[in-house]
Each structure stands twice: as C-alpha cells, then as structure tokens.
C-alpha cells in the first residue's frame, strides 16, 4: 500500500499552516478582510482533507456509503458554522448557510458535476442510478412542504402563524424520522465497489452483460488507521476553525458591503461545501458516475432532511432559535429548485446544458442575494 504522493502530503502541510495562520489571526484579531479571507480558505483546506480521505475508504466500500460518509464528514464545517452562528446571533447567516448549502449543492456543485460528467462520457451524457436522485427530490419535497407551509401561514396571518416553534419542533421531528427510515435501508442495499481487473474476470466467467457494481481503477492507498486519523484531524479542526470564521464573518462582510443573506448563501455554503465542490467534480472527470452524484445527491438530502431538523432542535438550547420560518425568496428557490432537480436527474441522465441550466439558476438566485 503506497504512502502519500509528494504532491499530497505539500498539500498537506500548506492546510495545516493555514488552519495554523487562522488560529493566530484570530487570536491577534489581524484586520478584518485577511483574518476572513485566511479562514476560509483554512475550511476549504480541511473540506478537501475529508474529501481525500474519504475517497480512500471509497475504494473499500460502495458509492452509496462512500458518498453518505463523505457527506456526513463533508457537512461537518457546516454545522459548526450554524451552530456558533446562532450561538452568536447571527440568525440570518444561518438560515442562508442551511438554504445556501442546499442550493449550492443541488444546482452549482451538481451542475459542474454533470457538465463534467457529460463530457468524459463517451456519447456527451452523463448516467447513473435513478434511485438516490429519486430519493433526494423525496427528501426535499417533504422539507420544502414544512417551509412552503409556513410561509403560507405567515404570509396570511392565520392562527398557525403564532406557533411557528412548536410547528418547526414537531416537523423537525417528522424529517428525522424519514430520513432514518430511508437511509438504514439505502445504505444496506449499498454494492461494494469491485476494481477494472475483477470486472473483466467477471465478464469473461459469466454471461455476457454489464457489471453493475461501479469499478474503481485500483484498490487504496492509504492504510485504514491513517484514513481515520486524516478524518479525525480534520474534522477537529473544522470545529475550530468555523468558530474563527464566524468571528472573521461580521465584520469582513461590513468592509466589503456585502448583504448577510450574501454572506450566508453564497460565500459560507460554497466554503462550507468543498467537499462536494472538490470530490464531485474529481470522480466525475474520473467516470465515476454513481459515486461523484452519490456524493453530491447524499449532501442535499441530508442537509435537507437531517441536518436541518437536528439544528432546529439543538438551536432551543443556544442564544438563538432556528425555525422552518424562511424569507420568501429562499422559500420561492427551494420550491423551484426541487422541481428543477426532479427533472434534470430523474431520468438517471443528464446532458452538458442541463448541468449549465443548474449553474444559472445558482448566479440567478446569488444576485438576488447580493441585493438584498
């Protein structure tokens, strides 16, 4: 089992002297710009270190529990953000990083990933399984319907709207437990990924057909121990790190005038969402089709479906109550947006100017954003 390529282990030691830089920076409370700026690009930097080494335990188990796993250790940086956000007040910085994650992950990143997709393929169409986008649209419709719900109520003024915590605690509650009933059997039914010689001795014992486990090139790199000890690192930083990005947050977006939603939509969710960013797009240039939409379609859904309800539930413990209640505009983008990707993906295929359409509906919806 190889060890680490030059490449990745300077890689490596440029991450760790930026999360260094950004503990320092935050500590002498450097000016505003430059601590945020070195933040987040320390986040980003720990984004890809969970990316790489979740990857490699791609290479022991299937797309389905790789991609759930890497979107799990994916989201942790954005968890933390909302969570030392509200802790600090800063309500509307996380809503926008929860919308914005959503939204940042089911058109920017999945957008990319399918125009990538596309056009390694050999006929210009990217395919995959149809059950996890299916899932996804489920899992989002049902968290879209609380919001549209509650955005009804509020709009129209109706005795429901005076009781939008216990009507977010009661549907937080409600996600959480079809998210469990989806996932425990998802993940079971998940294949194992099987490497290009295997297929080939498969191909040639058996009848002639495709091989439907997904083939990775080669087995990992990296020894299990070392993988978990990058994740662990990883995401032990991510915790502290997204504190002293918070801290940056405020008044960076003052000196530049950027709007909170901005802030939170756009610039927290692209950074909170490296992972997606980086290891969508790397298995999708790789024709690693199942896997690179695995990662992206499992973020959306549990974001949506289970990160979502779990910080409504924990935020009645912090400063600041986080509820379903969204402002119009995000409810109008995620009602959109989920009709958007039942279409695009349903079909388990997806052409080069379907993943284009996505990324315009992001910078569409980014520059409702920066004005508001």
């Known amino acids: 089992m190889s060890a680490l390529t030059q490449r990745e282990r300077v890689t490596l030691g440029l991450i760790a002297i930026l999360t260094a830089l950004a503990g320092v920076a935050d500590y002498r409370t450097w000016s505003a710009v430059p601590r945020f700026a070195i933040a987040t690009l320390a986040l980003a930097g720990l984004a890809w270190v969970v990316s790489f080494a979740t990857e490699q335990l791609g290479e022991r188990y299937g797309p389905g529990v790789t991609g759930m796993l890497q979107s799990t250790l994916g989201n942790l940086p954005e968890l933390f953000v909302v969570i030392f956000a509200l802790q600090k007040g800063e309500l509307v910085v996380a809503q926008t990083a929860l919308v914005g994650s959503i939204l940042a992950n089911a058109l920017l990143v999945l957008g990319l990933v399918i125009v990538v997709g596309a056009r390694v393929a050999p006929d210009g169409v990217m395919r995959f399984s149809t059950r996890l986008p299916r899932d996804t649209a489920t899992l989002l419709q049902v968290t879209v319907f609380i919001i549209v719900l509650l955005g009804l109520s509020l709009a129209a003024h109706d005795p429901a709207s005076h009781h939008v915590k216990a009507i977010s605690i009661i549907g937080a509650v409600c996600l959480l437990i079809v998210y469990a009933t989806w996932v425990v059997p998802y993940l079971r039914e998940d294949e194992a990924p099987v490497t290009a010689d295997e297929a080939a001795a498969a191909a040639a014992a058996g009848p002639p057909g495709r091989v439907e486990a997904e083939v990775r090139p080669a087995g990992p790199r990296l020894s299990l121990?070392?993988?978990?000890?990058?994740l662990l690192v990883a995401g032990v930083g991510s915790a502290f790190v997204s504190d002293w990005f918070i801290n940056g947050l405020a008044p960076a977006i003052s000196k530049l005038h950027f709007s909170q939603a901005f802030a939170g939509l756009v610039i927290?969710?692209?950074?909170?969402?490296?992972?997606?960013?980086?290891?969508?797009?790397v298995l999708?240039?790789?024709?690693?089709?199942?896997?690179?939409?695995?990662?992206?379609?499992?973020?959306?859904?549990?974001?949506a479906a289970f990160l979502f309800p779990l910080l409504v539930l924990v935020s009645f413990a912090l400063s600041t109550t986080l509820t379903f209640a969204l402002a119009p505009v995000y409810i109008g983008a995620l009602l959109l947006t989920t009709l958007a990707l039942a279409q695009v993906t349903g079909d388990g295929e997806a052409a080069a100017f379907e993943g284009w359409a996505l990324v315009a509906l992001y910078v569409i919806l980014a520059t409702f954003t920066l004005y508001e």
């Open 225 to 230: 121990r070392f993988t978990l000890a990058l």
């Open 268 to 281: 927290v969710a692209i950074a909170g969402n490296a992972v997606e960013n980086t290891a969508g797009l």
């Open 284 to 303: 999708a240039s790789k024709g690693r089709s199942d896997l690179a939409i695995s990662v992206v379609k499992n973020s959306v859904a549990q974001i």
